[in-house]
């Protein structure tokens, strides 16, 4: 029985490393992507349950992060993605969130919490994000053409409130 124990431990540590190992950044370092998927037509379903289009955002380049509440690092870094939000040109940027809560109010209580307002949505069986999109760990954002193509895929938190960070990734 000890035996069981230690290797369901040893899978369950495993495991968790792969939806949590956002901290530290895998495979290529500045996320660029090949050929990356397009996404226009991608529905996200808001707080309120209704949905939107990636569409109805189309002219602009999307920073789509997602992230969940009970991850250290995604909530650590949603400050600097607020502070961006804030410096980015609106007629050329948008910064979008996209919780895999399973409860849209416990989301709308932590984005209060921190004075959070950039656009929010929510993934609670986490099947855009695991499904549709692949993302493995939290957070993860995605950088998005005008087009609706994925340019880039950044694993982990970042310094997004830092210009001179986010110019760089954001520079096609």
């Known amino acids: 029985m000890k035996q069981f124990c230690k290797g369901l431990s040893v899978i369950f540590v495993l495991f968790a490393g792969v939806l949590l190992s ?17 996404l226009s037509q991608l529905k996200l379903t808001k707080l309120d349950g209704s949905s939107s289009r990636l569409s109805d955002f189309s002219g602009k380049t999307l ?4 992230w969940a509440t009970w991850c250290a690092p995604c909530r650590e870094e949603m ?15 948008v910064v979008l969130g996209v919780s895999v809560d399973t409860s849209a109010d416990r989301v ?9 307002s950039f656009q929010q949505f929510i993934d609670p069986k986490m099947e855009l994000a695991m499904s549709d999109l ?22 982990g938190a970042r310094a997004w409130g830092d210009k001179n960070y986010y110019q760089e990734i954001l520079v096609p």
């Not at 400050?79 to 940027?93: R, V, W």
């Not at 939290?138 to 950044?154: M, N, Q």
């Open 63 to 66: 920073i789509i992060n997602f």
């Open 79 to 93: 400050p600097a993605l607020q502070a961006m939000s804030e410096q980015l040109d609106s007629n050329s940027y």
């Open 22 to 38: 956002g901290c530290e950044p895998v495979g290529n370092p500045d996320g660029l992507v090949d050929n990356g998927p397009n």
């Open 108 to 116: 709308t209580g932590f984005l209060r919490e921190n004075n959070v």
């Open 134 to 155: 692949k993302i493995r760990a939290f957070p993860e954002t995605l950088i998005v053409s005008p087009e609706g193509k994925v340019l880039r895929r950044i694993l």
